[in-house]
């Protein structure tokens, strides 16, 4: 049998390897990371002594050399962030749910959509305001 068309042929059997040897490169050094929120889930206590059962997201957590944290947090009923002293500054973003904030001695009513920049020197504290979750963002940068 003779081949008609021998550029066809090349290209049939040298673009998948070529298309596999760029998937293993791009892999070997990505530049970046992607964490699935399902598979990172942990139960654990409020955050600062605060008791009750949080569920957490530690996003990025295994990144060594990562310069900021970013995680997501839900407070159940009966749980908090407790009241502590800021170092550095830091975000809340709330993504669902209604909550009270303490900001230097101060009560707010917080809920879906606001966003609170912490500075460092003051204290601050979250927790659900009534039965339901309080869905939270953070974001910090590390030390």
């Known amino acids: 049998m003779k081949i008609k068309n021998r550029t ?7 673009s ?5 040897l760029g998937f293993i490169s791009k ?3 990505p530049g ?6 399902k598979s990172i889930a942990v139960n654990e206590p409020g955050p600062h002594n605060s008791g009750g059962t949080t569920t957490a997201f530690p996003f990025f957590s295994k990144v060594k050399d990562a310069k900021m944290t970013f995680r997501k947090r839900i407070l159940h009923p009966g749980s908090a962030i407790g009241y502590h002293l800021q170092e550095k500054q830091e975000i809340y973003y709330i993504l669902s749910g209604r909550g009270e904030l303490t900001m230097n001695g101060k009560i707010i009513p917080v809920t879906t959509g ?3 920049l912490t500075m460092p020197g003051s204290s601050h504290g979250l927790k659900p305001a009534g039965n339901e979750d309080l869905s939270v963002l953070i974001t910090y940068e590390n030390n």
């Open 27 to 29: 892999q070997a050094t």
């Open 32 to 37: 970046y990371y992607i964490d699935h929120e």
């Open 8 to 14: 066809f042929v090349l290209l049939a059997v040298t």
């Open 16 to 20: 998948p390897i070529f298309f596999l």
């Open 114 to 116: 606001d966003a609170i």
